[in-house]
């Protein structure tokens, strides 16, 4: 299984941490896609280097999408290449996470409209006029998307990401 997580400044440390290590752990190779090959702060002060661009890379190589939250997806949203990777995804049904403000790159790359999604209660809004039902459960799948509220969330969230990756390889 091959596993791109998207990175960007002000990146919520402990999403992009978390999900990084355990998807290791489970044997996953891990890619840091960002929008250039260089390092990052988060939030709360780490620094988190990208290994590969954006321009690099191809959705077809993955398996699986993550996308953490903080204030790194308002970042990366703005990049037609990002929403052009993100939507890639969508389309060949490789699976999805996004977790806390995570959402809103797949609100830009208009990927969830009549699906069930969470996230951070502050972009409940923006989920609603994106055409998606906002259900406010920790976690919640959706299809190929799955999505978690908040950094209490990470631990299902990512058990259930890496439990719809077991099965496509049954």
């Known amino acids: 299984m091959r596993v791109a997580i998207l ?22 190779v891990v890619d840091v896609i960002a929008p250039q090959i260089k390092t990052y702060k988060g939030k709360k002060g780490c620094s988190f280097a990208s290994k590969k ?8 190589d993955y398996d ?16 037609p290449e990002i929403l052009n ?5 969508h389309e060949l049904n490789k699976i999805i996470g996004a977790v806390c403000h995570g959402p809103w790159v797949l609100i830009s790359a208009h990927i969830i409209k009549g ?20 259900t406010g459960k920790p976690v919640e ?17 990512i058990k259930e990401i890496i439990k719809e990756a077991r099965k496509k390889t049954l």
């Open 85 to 89: 990777f993100v939507r890639r995804m």
């Open 53 to 60: 661009s954006i321009k690099d890379v191809d959705p077809e």
């Open 64 to 79: 699986i999408l993550f996308i953490p939250g903080g204030y790194a997806p308002d970042r990366l949203r703005r990049y």
């Open 7 to 28: 990175l960007e400044d002000l990146v919520e440390d402990v999403e992009f941490i978390y999900p990084y290590f355990r998807f290791k752990e489970e044997g996953f």
């Open 141 to 157: 799948k959706d299809g190929n998307i799955i999505t978690g509220t908040d950094p209490e969330a990470l631990s299902a969230l």
């Open 115 to 134: 699906k069930k999604i969470t996230g951070y209660f502050a972009i409940k809004d923006d989920i609603i006029n994106a055409g998606a039902a906002y």
